[in-house]
């Protein structure tokens, strides 16, 4: 029996702080044609509003939310979406290590699909990790729509972190049984770091984690890339 719902293709990408290959960059996202990106490492600092419009642009999407407000979280839209309301948050910070964030968009397609997409970049510290992991996690709870997360977790699959973020979720890997697809690095590819998780009332259609030789120019992470079915609303 055929699928029903609303399709949304999402794209997590970790740029790498747009330090390599720009034009693969863009050539890797506009060839995946998404409705949705969700970047990590995105423009955090001077003229980000700038950056953040000239890297969407590339892409031929717009900003949705995120920049310096959520440190360098970003998420992009096409016209296709409309976003109904943002809102970042900024991780507490401990001393000496690099502050961090979270953002979020309610989104709709047509006049009966909402959902609300959340991008992420945990800590690489073991011991900082976890209470980020949790604070991103409240706000996903708390959202008022069927949750898209993604984000660069800087831990693998079975880390506290991870479950925590993962609790009650789907992880899109696992549904397309497709966990064996490394992100990380292009250039000795060997974990599964960066991850999309939905709310069970969202369909995920197929998965793929893009390596082309384009990909391996463009940043130091590979992109996630998902195919989405989303509910519908009367």
Avoid at 48 to 69: N, Y
Wanted: charged share 25%; aromatic share 6%; proline share 7%.
């Amino acid at each position: 029996m055929a699928e029903h719902g609303v399709p949304l293709r999402v794209l997590s990408y970790n740029v790498h702080g747009q330090r390599d290959d720009t034009a693969a960059l863009a050539a890797v996202v506009r060839q995946a044609a998404p409705d949705v990106v969700i970047v990590q490492e995105g423009p955090r600092r001077f003229r980000w509003r700038e950056k953040s419009a000239a890297l969407a642009e590339s892409f031929g999407l717009v900003v949705a939310a995120g920049g310096l407000p959520s440190l360098g979280n970003l998420l992009l839209t096409s016209l296709r979406v409309r976003v109904t309301g943002t809102r970042c948050r900024r991780f507490p910070l401990t001393p000496g290590r690099h502050l961090r964030g979270a953002a979020y968009a309610d989104c709709r397609v047509g006049t009966s699909a909402r959902f609300t997409v959340a991008g992420s970049h945990l800590s690489t510290d073991p011991v900082e990790r976890p209470g980020q992991a949790e604070l991103f996690k409240r706000d996903l709870a708390a959202a008022p729509h069927p949750v898209i997360a993604a984000a660069d977790l800087n831990e693998e699959p079975g880390g506290p972190a991870w479950r925590t973020v993962a609790d009650g979720l789907t992880d899109a890997a696992v549904a397309a049984d497709r966990a064996d697809r490394l992100t990380y690095s292009c250039a000795d590819p060997r974990r599964r770091i960066d991850a999309m998780f939905v709310d069970a009332r969202i369909t995920v259609v197929d998965y793929d984690v893009v390596d082309t030789p384009l990909a391996r120019r463009a940043s130091d992470h590979f992109p996630v890339l998902v195919d989405l079915l989303l509910p519908t609303t009367a």
